[in-house]
C-alpha cells in the first residue's frame, strides 16, 4: 500500500490579513478525493478494486462473524460464550436490538458501497488497458455478488443497492418489494459479467496485475454461479458450472488434509484446491481489523484463532455428533480419519493425540476443542494468526457436483466425486457402493461426508436449511438431539434479525421474520 501525505492548503476568504472576519481551514486528504478527482488511472482503479477486497478481512466477513454465524447455527458446534450475542444467535434467540447483529450487514454493505463506486467510475477512466479495465470490472462484479449471496442468506430481504448514493433519499434504500429471488436474480446478473470478464488466472495476462495471486478467477465465479444454482434447487443448472470447474484440470485436493489450515504462507501457496480465499497474515501491526475503516496498521489476523481456541475465548466446542461424525469411519490402514485431528482436538493416547498448541497436552482431557482454523496443531500466537480463510475450495465444489449429478440422475458419477474426496483421506473405497444408493440413500452419505470433510467452514446450516431440514420434523428433531440449540428454533427464526438500529434509522426499511 502506498503511503499518502496529507496536504494542509489554506485558503484566505479576504485580500487582508489583518482585517479578515475568519480563514476556513480545508483539509484535503489525497485518501479520500472525491470520485471525480479520483478515478483517474488505471493505477487508481486497481486500487479501488484492491479497496473491495479489504473488506473481506475486516470483523463482519471472514475475520470471524461470518464463519460464527454459519458454525454456530449448525449442529456441529455448541457455544458455551459469555457473550450473549453468540449465544443466542447459536439458539436462533437473538434480538435484532443486539449491535453485533448489524456487524455482518454493515460489513457487506462496505462492500457493496466499494464494488458500486469501481462499477460506475472505472469505466469512465479515459487513458486506460481495456482488457485490464474488464478484469477490475469482473473482479468487482464477483464481489459484489457474493456479497448479496451472503447478505441474503444470512438475513433474508435486505436492500437491493446498485449505485453510489447520489441524493439524501438514496440513503434510505427500500427492501419493501425484495424477496430472496429478486436478490440471486441480481446475484446471478453479476455473475454472468464475471464470468464473461475474468480470467482463469493471473499469471498469463499482460497488465498491472499480472502474476497476482488471490485476485477473483473465472474458476471462483463458475463456482458461486454453481453455488447459487444449487442453493435454489435448480441442479440442472448448476451441473455445467460445477463440471467445468472440475474438469478444468487447475484445482485438484491437497495431499495433506490439515495443510488446508496451515499459516505457513508457503504451504498455503501450495495448496492446489483453493478456489478464492480471504487472505490473512501473521502482521504484528498495533492496529487489530475488528471492522471500520482500514489503515496501514492493520494486524490483519483471523479472529476465529482466538474465538474457536479452547486456549483462549473457548466460544465454541464441538458437538458430540461432530465427534461421531468423524469417528465414524476408519482409514484402509485402520487409523483415525485424518481429518479428525485437523477438526477437533482432543486428548487420546490410543490415536497419538497427546498435544495441544505445539506442547503436552494441557487442557481438560474429558473435553473436545475446536482445532480447525486455530493453532491447535502448531502453536503460536492466535491474535496475529494467518490462516486464509477458505471461502470456495475444491473439496466443496465435488462435493456440490456430486450433489447435482445424483439429483439429475446420475450417481454413479456423482459416487466417483465421493470417493475422490475419501481417497484424500485414506478412506475405504465405497464407490460401487455409493453408485448403488437409490437418491435418498445417497443423499443421506452426502450429508455425512460434507459433515466430515467440510465442518466448520460455515456451511453445515446453509446445507441444512436449503435441504428443508429445518420444515421437516423428523429431521428438526434429529438436530435437536444432535445439538440441543435447536430445541429453541422457530419458524421464521431461520436467518439472522434485520439491525433494529436500521430499521430505526430507515423509513423504507421492513423487518425480516426473525425480528
Known sequence: MKKHTIKVFLI?????????CGDELEII??????????????DQAIAAVDAIYNTLIIDGLYQRMTPVIGDGRSDETKSRSPWAFLQQTSNF??????????????????????????????????????????????????????????????????????????????????????TQATIYAQVEADLTEAIASLPADY????????????????????????KLKLYQGDYDAALPY?????????????????????????????????????????SLNSV????????????????????????????????????DELSSERTVDGNLDPRYAATILSYNEEEGLTQAYGRDYFLDRNLNYIAKYTLANSGGDPFTAGINYHVIRFAD????????????????????QVQRVRDRANLPDREAEFAGYNLTQ??????????????????????????????????????????????????????????????????????????
Open 203 to 226: 499469471t498469463s495476462v499482460s497488465g498491472a496485475d499480472s502474476g497476482h495471486v488471490g485476485r477473483a478467477t473465472l474458476g471462483a465465479a463458475q463456482s458461486l454461479m454453481g
Open 242 to 282: 460445477f463440471r467445468t470447474v472440475v474438469e478444468s484440470q487447475r484445482y485438484d485436493l491437497a495431499a495433506n488434509y490439515q495443510d488446508l489450515f496451515s499459516q505457513d504462507p508457503s504451504v498455503e501457496a501450495a495448496n492446489p484446491g483453493r478456489i478464492f480465499w480471504a487472505e490473512f497474515t501473521q
Open 93 to 178: 434467540t437473538v434480538p435484532g436490538t443486539d449491535d453485533a447483529v448489524g456487524w455482518c450487514y454493515e460489513g457487506y454493505y462496505i462492500t457493496v458501497n466499494r464494488a458500486n463506486q469501481a462499477l460506475e467510475n472505472i469505466p469512465l477512466i479515459e487513458e486506460m488497458d481495456e482488457d485490464l479495465r474488464g478484469r477490475l470490472l469482473g473482479q468487482a462484479y464477483f464481489l459484489r455478488a457474493l456479497a448479496y449471496f451472503n447478505l441474503t442468506n444470512i438475513y433474508d430481504n435486505v436492500p437491493l443497492v446498485l449505485s453510489v448514493p447520489k441524493s439524501e433519499d438514496d440513503f434510505f434504500p427500500s427492501n419493501q418489494e425484495v
Open 12 to 20: 484566505a476568504l479576504t485580500t487582508s490579513l489583518f482585517y479578515s
Open 288 to 323: 487489530f481489523n475488528w471492522g471500520g475503516d482500514p489503515s496501514v496498521n492493520w494486524r490483519q489476523f483471523i479472529a476465529l484463532a482466538p474465538t474457536y481456541s479452547g486456549a483462549d475465548f473457548y466460544d465454541f466446542f464441538p458437538t458430540q455428533f461432530l465427534v
Open 29 to 42: 486528504n489525497p485518501n479520500r478525493l472525491a470520485a471525480d478527482a479520483y478515478y483517474t488511472n488505471e
Open 397 to 416: 465444489v465435488l462435493l456440490m457436483y456430486a450433489e447435482c449429478l445424483a439429483n439429475t440422475g446420475d450417481i454413479p458419477t456423482a459416487a466417483a
Open 442 to 515: 445417497f443423499m443421506n452419505q452426502l450429508a455425512h461426508e460434507r459433515v466430515t470433510e467440510l465442518a466448520i467452514e460455515g456451511l453445515r446450516y446453509y446445507d441444512i436449511k436449503r435441504w428443508g431440514w429445518l420444515e421437516d420434523s423428523s429431521r428438526l428433531s434429529q438436530l435437536q438431539a444432535n445439538d440441543d440449540e435447536f430445541d429453541t428454533f422457530a419458524n421464521g427464526r431461520e436467518y439472522q434479525p434485520l439491525p433494529q438500529g436500521e430499521l430505526d434509522r430507515n423509513p423504507n426499511l421492513v423487518p425480516n421474520s426473525a425480528n
